[in-house]
């Protein structure tokens, strides 16, 4: 069974640019988490996803938002990039609340 | 929220010694999870343990959900077990993991 799929793997974007990162989850998996992991901060929880409804959501401004498809694939996107949103974005995939299954993340660098 | 703490912070272990480190929970939880972060950054599961005791190989983890704590061993540490061991847990009706600072563990040939 395949992993849990991340793309990119890495990024650069610039102050003010917006991006969008994508999530596969394993097959058969309806629960999409993203989490944030940033030197100062740890890992943080950003969102979850559960049968295209977002179920819950982290202490983060309007500018992260995320969604989720039907064939449970998900997409998080940030706008009006700052510095402090350089970090490393995960991916988690759980069937329905269990054991979460992470992908290899998406590197951040905002210039 | 729960709060989770992690022990010892950082941790250095000649080749083929034992280790154990902890993981303290603030509250009753439903899911614990430890998580072994490779140096590309992904977190590769070792144990889903919300209580009582597994073994995989080398590894073993015991939850004691009562008294609100997790240990996971490393027996005969090897430089490849070097890297940060996360502990994460969710208490409440969501998904969301809440994952303690870490242990960093170096394992020196």
């Known amino acids: 069974k395949a992993g849990v799929t991340q793309t990119p793997r890495y990024l650069i974007k610039t102050r003010g640019q917006q991006v969008t990162l994508s999530c596969s989850p394993i097959?058969?998996?309806?629960?999409v988490s993203w989490y944030q992991q940033t030197p100062g901060q740890g890992l943080q929880f950003l969102f979850e996803?559960?049968?295209?409804?977002?179920?819950n959501k982290g202490n983060f401004p309007g500018r992260f938002s995320g969604r989720q498809f039907s064939n449970s694939r998900s997409e998080m996107n940030v706008s009006t990039l700052e510095l402090g949103d350089s970090a490393l974005y995960l991916c988690?995939?759980?069937?329905?609340?269990?054991?979460?299954?992470f992908g290899p993340g998406t590197r951040l660098t905002v210039l | 929220g729960i709060q989770v703490e992690q022990s010892p912070p950082d941790l250095i272990l000649q080749e083929g010694a034992n280790s154990t480190l902890r993981c303290n929970f603030s509250d009753s939880v439903n899911n614990l999870q430890w998580f072994h972060q490779n140096p590309w950054g992904q977190l590769i599961n070792l144990f889903y343990i919300p209580s009582g005791t597994k073994q995989n190989g080398r590894l073993s983890a015991t939850t004691v959900a009562t008294e609100r704590y997790s240990l996971l061993y490393i027996s005969s540490s090897q430089t490849t077990d070097s890297g940060v061991y996360f502990c994460?847990?969710?208490?409440?009706?969501?998904?969301?993991?809440?994952f303690g600072t870490g242990t960093l563990l170096a394992v020196q040939p």
């Open positions: 097959s058969g998996h309806r629960s």
């Open positions: 988690a995939s759980s069937f329905s609340g269990d054991e979460q299954f």
């Open positions: 994460a847990v969710n208490g409440g009706a969501t998904n969301k993991l809440i």
């Open positions: 996803y559960f049968s295209e409804t977002q179920r």
